[in-house]
């Protein structure tokens, strides 16, 4: 048994000896690489955490110091130390550990939201909780990433800190623990990253660490004593440390920087921090995918998620799947040298979102605003009024975060903007915040917007052309995660409609959305076999209904969408509604996601529990029809 399996609780940390301490650090990262290795995660962010994080829950009493980490997917390490390694081993399999925090898991996750940076506002938020309750003994530990740092609400999160007391008795314990890696996905970009570079990168940086790193260990000070001799270390360092006087003019108390794996150096810092007993941001420098050497060779992203790999060498295991995403990447370039007015963004996600291939062949064409879609949008807004087409690559369910966006500044304006939303749909097994399945929904609203689902990668690429092409409204394109499958040909089109099936009888005409269609064709040919006839159709763009869905469904007796969007608000109620608008009275069933947060598991294996799959969806369709037969006269079934 190897001392991480002793541990019962974060407490167990303080018996250690400095010794045992390495020889665990060494054994999480093992068991990181081990589980990671079958089924894919977040290898890199969490190797570059373990000192940090043992040093957290040395220093730090959780959880009645609550301890919030931003985004989550690096808190396999915490997850370890707080009791749950004997089950590590099922991470983000269905029934096992979650890939985030997860508060239904244990008492020491507190947020589980891994939407970037907002942890610095759900601290702000339990720090004056503490002092409105009186209970200011009581420390919140935030861990945020300088890639969290790109985003807009980490910002309003500072300033609010910065502007509550920063001294005296009513002053609230909060320690935010900058993780400086110099990356998100990619290399962190924009103002502050050149900062925080600047000091990763200057030849005297190990100077700098050694002075504070020697300061703290003989400072037994509390207080504002203990501040005043930090100041003075950052005085005396002025023209070397680049982003000190940047917190320093906010207000906020700064120690650093700190070398993120030199764990005693770490502890220091964090006990100093605690002491002070007010709001203190303590600056590490740390290395992702530190102690795998394949991670640290990589250097697109330092194996930030890979799939399943060799742990021995890191290279992918099986070969190359061609996704969605790729066929994606592949069309923008080809628009790209068509068209010199298409320009790309993404939101610190050039890599996932299939922009890198854009970005090498156009590279003053393709902007990463880092975590920041709100601005992201508002941005392409500008570009498009003034002759551009820009094309926002985001995942389906971070485009949430910039909704006000795309109805205020792009729809209202009427700007020709697309939205590429990647892993729309179920995503599975990065759980709950991960899922687009509100994409449907949400944007449902916002007038004049054109909204596309393809059904394969030739509709994608089709459907994205189709989407440059509008230059008076903003657009979207949404696809699932994984790969791309096989294409579904349509027997013929009327009007934008695709007929992908149709059988000698009228009886049910099914509506299927993107990638459901596979799923639709397959119920279509199993109830055929039951002598129930079934016309599948592929609607292509969902937003607006097309007139020839409503004269279909006049053809028959049946209408019934399947989605894999929550059913509230879906395409299924806008299709409903359309009916009711234009007095076809038709009986009507949609199938979609039930509207609920839906736990990590794989993608078929979600479906499955909603009833998405082919032969649940044969089986339910077939009793509503007999329920139709069994009211009804026999000359009312029609042929064609």
């Not at 190990?206 to 020697?214: F, G, N, S, W, Y």
């Not at 009886?507 to 076999?529: E, K, P, Q, Y």
């Not at 009986?587 to 649940?616: D, S, V």
Request: net charge negative.
């Amino acid at each position: 048994m190897g001392l991480l399996d002793r541990i019962e609780h974060p407490r167990d940390l303080r018996e250690m000896s400095d010794a045992d301490l390495e020889t665990l650090a060494a054994e999480i990262r093992d068991r990181i690489v081990s589980t990671c290795a079958p089924n894919g995660g977040h290898l890199g962010p969490n190797l570059g955490v373990v000192e940090l994080t043992i040093a957290a829950h040395r220093v730090f009493d959780s959880p009645r110091d609550p301890i919030v980490f931003d985004t989550g997917h690096q808190a396999y390490v915490h997850k370890m130390i707080t009791g749950r390694h004997a089950d590590f081993g099922r991470l983000k399999q269905a029934g096992g550990l979650s890939g985030y925090p997860s508060r239904a898991e244990s008492e020491h996750d507190w947020v589980e939201n891994s939407h970037a940076s907002t942890a610095l506002s759900y601290a702000d938020g339990m720090a004056k909780a503490f002092a409105v309750r009186g209970e200011r003994d009581r420390t919140v530990v935030a861990f945020i990433g300088d890639g969290a740092l790109t985003g807009g609400m980490a910002w309003e999160a500072l300033n609010n800190i910065a502007g509550g007391p920063q001294t005296g008795p009513d002053r609230r314990p909060l320690v935010m623990v900058v993780n400086d890696n110099g990356r998100s996905y990619s290399p962190t970009v924009g103002g502050l990253a050149r900062h925080l570079s600047g000091l990763r990168t200057d030849p005297r940086y190990e100077e700098a660490l050694d002075v504070v790193k020697r300061t703290l260990g003989r400072t037994a000070l509390v207080g504002q004593p203990l501040y005043e001799a930090l100041h003075g270390i950052k005085k005396g360092l002025k023209d070397l440390i680049a982003p000190q006087g940047m917190f320093e003019d906010l207000g906020l108390k700064y120690i650093g920087p700190v070398d993120g794996h030199d764990r005693a150096a770490v502890e220091q810092a964090f006990t100093q921090a605690k002491k002070f007993r007010g709001p203190v941001l303590v600056h590490c420098l740390t290395q992702k995918g530190y102690g795998y050497d394949p991670a640290l060779r990589d250097e697109a992203d330092q194996m930030h998620s890979p799939g399943a790999f060799d742990p021995a060498t890191g290279a992918p295991a099986g070969g190359p799947v061609r996704g969605w995403t790729d066929v994606f990447s592949d069309a923008l370039v080809h628009a790209g040298r068509e068209r010199p007015d298409v320009v790309a963004i993404t939101a610190a996600m050039l890599g996932p979102t299939g922009l890198e291939p854009f970005a090498r062949a156009f590279p003053d064409r393709c902007f990463d605003v880092g975590i920041a879609e709100q601005h992201a949008a508002t941005s392409a807004a500008g570009m498009a009024m003034m002759g551009l087409h820009p094309v926002v690559a985001v995942y389906a369910t971070f485009l949430n975060r910039a909704f006000d966006q795309v109805l205020m500044d792009c729809a209202l304006h009427r700007a020709g903007v697309t939205f590429v939303l990647d892993r729309a749909g179920v995503t599975g097994s990065d759980g709950p915040s991960h899922n687009g399945m509100w994409d449907l929904s949400i944007l449902q609203v916002v007038p004049g917007l054109r909204l596309a689902a393809p059904r394969d990668g030739a509709q994608l690429t089709e459907q994205f052309a189709e989407a440059l092409d509008v230059d008076d409204a903003p657009t979207v394109v949404r696809f699932p995660k994984g790969p791309v499958g096989h294409d579904i040909p349509a027997l013929e089109r009327q009007g934008g409609v695709d007929v992908l099936a149709r059988s000698q009888t009228t009886d049910v005409l099914l509506v299927t959305v993107g990638a459901m269609a596979g799923i639709g064709v397959d119920a279509a040919n199993r109830l055929d076999a039951q002598g129930v006839g079934v016309t599948v159709v592929d609607p292509r763009w969902v937003k607006p209904v097309d007139d020839a869905l409503v004269s279909l469904a006049r053809q028959h007796r049946l209408v019934v969408t399947v989605e894999d969007n929550g059913r509230v608000g879906g395409f299924g109620t806008v299709l409903a509604q359309a009916l009711r608008d234009a007095d076809v009275t038709v009986p009507f069933h949609g199938y979609g996601l039930p509207q609920e947060f839906l736990q990590h598991a794989k993608r078929g294996e979600i479906l499955a529990a909603a009833g998405l799959t082919a032969q649940n969806l044969a089986r339910e369709v077939s009793g509503l029809v007999a329920a139709l037969d069994s009211a009804a006269s026999p000359h009312d079934r029609t042929t064609v």
